[in-house]
């Protein structure tokens, strides 16, 4: 059975275009969680350390604070130190 040539271009246009959006989602999704992949099936305790995570770094994902703020703080310490 002879295949219809005709027909392969837009096939191979739908394909592509699948897969550039599936490709645009995976990287968008990825963007807003800071390069990890989403969660599934988050408990009550996985929502405490979010949020836990959101008052320490600003974001739900993040578990580090800035380098800044741990400076500005061991500077606050010494100075309290200082005059204690």
């Given at each position: 059975m002879p295949v219809p040539w005709?027909?392969?271009?837009?096939?191979g246009l739908l394909t592509a275009m699948f897969g550039a959006a599936g490709t645009l989602l995976n990287v968008s999704t990825r963007a807003q969680n800071q390069g990890k992949p989403?969660?599934?099936?988050?408990?009550?305790?996985d929502?405490?350390?979010m949020n836990r995570d959101e008052r320490?770094?600003?974001?739900?994902?993040?578990?580090?604070v800035c380098l800044l703020f741990?400076?500005?703080?061991l500077k606050l310490i010494?100075?309290?130190?200082?005059?204690?």
């Open positions: 005709e027909a392969l271009i837009p096939f989403p969660r599934y099936q988050i408990d009550r305790w929502e405490m350390m320490l770094t600003g974001h739900k994902r993040g578990q580090t741990l400076l500005a703080e010494e100075i309290l130190l200082a005059i204690g």
